[in-house]
């Protein structure tokens, strides 16, 4: 197991013969490539830039879900805003109110390049404050959904794999896949869950690196990379951000 | 890492960005035309049942 940053990676594909020629590409490192205000949007262009035209980026259907639910929630909450724009001369002053606040602090958190998805609770509250409220003979959340979130949520998942290479590894009962050396297991995930407490999603993806034949991961999730670390699995290497390397680098020393 | 790689073109983050960009473009146009078409409601038409009991659910 090896552990290197971004900046080292062009000289590390150059001297190393992968095979398969690819990379597992983790859930972070997807949406950082999608999401402008991704802390790791610079990197992600940097990465994509030395890798799209070399090798694949290998996912499994864990960072589909993880990456389109990241996007379901970044564009309802930038949806949210858009809707302010154009509905607010029609909407209750209590709902402008709501929706004004939150176009706020919304563009605080992105102009601060901080995380500006959509928490559950907020979903809840707005829900709530737009069902009852009727724009012509549909309801304010219905409008926000079918003509803001839908055109921009549908697509997301083509346009990525279309420009980055993507290729999803499926795996079946009956299929044998050339780029699995073993066939996943849900006691290996739930072990993968115990030792390291992460998310069972996240355990999946760390179980599929494992299982695969694919030797590099890219990852800009620091617990991803430390699970994917302490698993040390020979042959395996995983990059990440300089920051996060660092931190990695005074973990490990 | 460079802020400036944001201005450069030929890479394939920097093609999302642009294809982002115009279709969120795209979609406020639609959402725009649909909401003209709209009639402008009665100031007593733009809630259905308005409850002052929901009222300290919506804080956020």
């Not at chain 2, 960005?17 to 009639?39: Q, S």
Request: glycine fraction near 2%; aromatic fraction near 8%; include cysteine.
């Amino acid at each position: 197991m090896s552990l290197g940053e971004f900046s080292e990676l062009e000289k590390f594909i150059n001297k190393t013969s992968l095979e398969p020629k690819g990379f597992f590409a983790d859930t972070s490192i997807l949406f950082a490539a999608t999401y402008p205000s991704d802390l790791y949007n610079e990197d992600a262009e940097d990465v994509f830039k030395i890798l799209k035209s070399k090798l694949s980026a290998y996912t499994n259907v864990n960072v589909k879900y993880e990456f389109l639910e990241s996007h379901r929630r970044v564009l309802l909450a930038d949806s949210l805003c858009d809707f302010y724009d154009i509905y607010s001369d029609r909407l209750p002053a209590m709902v402008n109110e709501k929706l004004k606040s939150h176009k706020t602090t919304h563009k605080k958190k992105v102009d601060a390049d901080r995380p500006s998805k959509l928490e559950v609770e907020q979903q809840k509250n707005f829900i709530k404050l737009l069902r009852p409220t009727l724009l012509g003979e549909r309801d304010a959340w219905d409008v926000l959904c079918k003509d803001f979130l839908l055109p921009q949520l549908e697509p997301v998942w083509d346009d990525a794999c279309k420009k980055l290479g993507i290729v999803e590894i499926k795996v079946r009962e009956t299929d044998e896949s050339p780029l699995l050396k073993a066939k996943p297991d849900w006691a290996d995930v739930v072990q993968i869950m115990g030792r390291y407490g992460i998310a069972s999603a996240d355990a999946m993806i760390v179980n599929m690196f494992n299982c695969s034949k694919i030797n590099l991961l890219i990852t800009a999730d620091l617990e991803m990379a430390r699970s994917v670390i302490r698993e040390n699995c020979a042959d395996k290497c995983v990059f990440v951000p300089e920051s996060i390397f660092e931190q990695l680098q005074a973990e490990n020393n | 890492m460079s802020k400036n790689t944001k201005n450069q073109s030929a890479n394939p983050v920097q093609e999302l960005r642009e294809i982002y960009k115009k279709r969120r473009e795209d979609t406020l146009k639609k959402a725009r035309e649909k909401a003209k078409k709209l009639p402008q409601p009665k100031k007593d038409e733009r809630v259905a049942k308005p409850s002052r009991s929901n009222r300290q659910d919506l804080e956020m």
